[in-house]
């Protein structure tokens, strides 16, 4: 990307003295000139990498948009979109439908199909310029245009939101999130894996029976199924205690997290600030 094709010719070289360096430099082209004059006119490796990067960038925020718009729906309930960012049901009139995050879901298979023409569009080509790669233009370009547009939608789509709380921490007080925790707790004191995940798994299998949850076992069961335990479940499996222990590079704990946070809020800064 950062080497000057200047000097190439229509595919051989030029037959003239330029120096392809002084007017590389002169380009500002930091990697100075191509060393290859077929394959400066011949491969489109700049415009793939442009692409994927774009396809790439389009997977994740559809992967965000899946994962929101589920988010946003009354059976789960855990944030509210903007309205900026909505519109309604063109039958309900309760409904308010994610739209941005559902385009940009789609938008996705667009740019994918872009990286697609341009491996395409170049697979049966011999190693020259050939006109067939004026196609290259429009799918460039329009995966660039769509990137970008997508981002900025995104971007309103993630400053709109509002979460509820109370739905986010109801819904992590069931299905034995917990479990893993437990079976930790067991190896701390000194319990093989293997042995803690078997008995953490009957353990379960017994709290399904009772209708309760692990933190929620009576006194004489737990100390029927772990004995070697002498804390608190109620506390060392409540939701803080457990997100509080992932504090490690990359875990979830809610100082690791505003760790994080402070981390890419100063690498943006650094990044846009004047050399």
């Not at 004059?37 to 990498?49: C, G, I, T, W």
């Not at 899946?66 to 049901?89: H, K, P």
């Not at 457990?242 to 990044?271: C, K, Q």
Request: hydrophobic letters at 40%; charged letters at 25%.
């Amino acid at each position: 990307m950062d080497t000057s094709p200047l000097g190439s010719g229509a595919l051989a070289g030029t037959a003239w003295p330029v120096d392809r360096e002084a007017l590389a430099r002169d380009l500002g082209f930091l990697g100075g000139p191509t060393r290859n004059s077929l394959d400066a006119v011949s491969d489109r490796d700049h415009a793939f990498e442009v692409v994927f990067t774009c396809a790439t960038t389009m997977v994740h925020l559809s992967r965000l948009a899946e994962d929101w718009i589920f988010f946003a729906t009354q059976e789960a309930g855990f944030l509210r979109l903007g309205d900026d960012v909505c519109t309604g049901s063109s039958l309900m009139p309760q409904k308010r439908n994610p739209d941005a995050l559902e385009l940009v879901r789609g938008k996705c298979a667009r740019v994918i199909g872009a990286l697609t023409t341009l491996l395409t569009l170049v697979k049966g080509l011999p190693l020259a310029y050939d006109k067939d790669l004026q196609e290259d233009k429009e799918a460039l370009f329009d995966a660039l245009d769509t990137t970008s547009a997508c981002l900025r939608v995104t971007t309103a789509c993630v400053k709109s939101a509002r979460y509820n709380e109370e739905k986010c921490r109801s819904a992590v007080r069931g299905g034995f999130l917990d479990a893993t925790d437990l079976a930790d707790l067991l190896v701390r004191s000194g319990a093989t894996f293997r042995d803690a995940h078997h008995r953490v798994g009957n353990a379960v299998r017994i709290a399904e029976e009772l209708g309760c949850e692990l933190s929620a076992l009576s006194q004489d069961k737990r100390r029927e199924l772990f004995p070697e335990l002498e804390v608190d479940l109620s506390q060392e499996l409540s939701v803080p205690a457990m997100l509080a222990r992932r504090g490690s590079t990359g875990g979830t704990s809610p100082d690791r997290v505003r760790a994080e946070v402070a981390r890419w809020n100063s690498l943006f800064t650094s990044s846009s600030s004047p050399s």
